[in-house]
């Protein structure tokens, strides 16, 4: 998605998360599936990522940390040059990201970020969050 593009941000049911870190990735889907009643498909890494999405049409892509063949924004940059995931809204996980990460994300199409360590009682709430900024404002 470029930064002309606009995100299309209906109904948030289904999650793509991309994380290395295990305990982390399986802590985030456990609290975004039982608190936030996503479906989550979890991913280690941004090869996998495209692997996850041949039969699953995420709604959000949560980017963790870089994963050791390739760094989330180059993740990103793959999945977008999948069609259909040219303009699904991203939200990166990052830990203390400065002003300058933050522009560089938006400036790659996300919709934010939210700072590691996560707050596995805060994470469904961030999520949300971040995703009503992208929905069409009611007439």
């Not at 975004?32 to 996998?48: M, T």
């Not at 699953?56 to 993740?75: A, K, M, N, Q």
């Not at 830990?95 to 805060?122: C, F, H, N, T, W």
Request: aromatic share 6%.
């Amino acid at each position: 998605m470029t930064a002309t593009q606009k995100p299309v941000c209906n109904d948030l049911k289904s999650i793509l998360y991309v994380e290395d870190d295990v305990l982390v990735r399986d802590m985030a889907k456990l609290v975004l599936e039982v608190l936030g009643k996503f479906s989550v498909r979890e991913c280690n890494s941004g090869y996998g990522a495209l692997l996850a999405v041949v039969d699953f049409h995420p709604d959000l892509i949560l980017l963790g940390e870089p994963t050791s063949e390739c760094g989330h924004l180059d993740t990103l940059a793959m999945l977008r040059r999948l069609p259909r995931l040219a303009a699904t809204p991203a939200v990166f996980l990052t830990g203390l990201p400065s002003e300058s990460d933050i522009a560089r994300y938006r400036q790659a199409g996300a919709l934010g970020v939210i700072a590691k360590p996560l707050a596995p009682m805060r994470l469904t709430a961030q999520v949300r969050s971040l995703w009503e900024q992208c929905r069409p404002m009611a007439l």
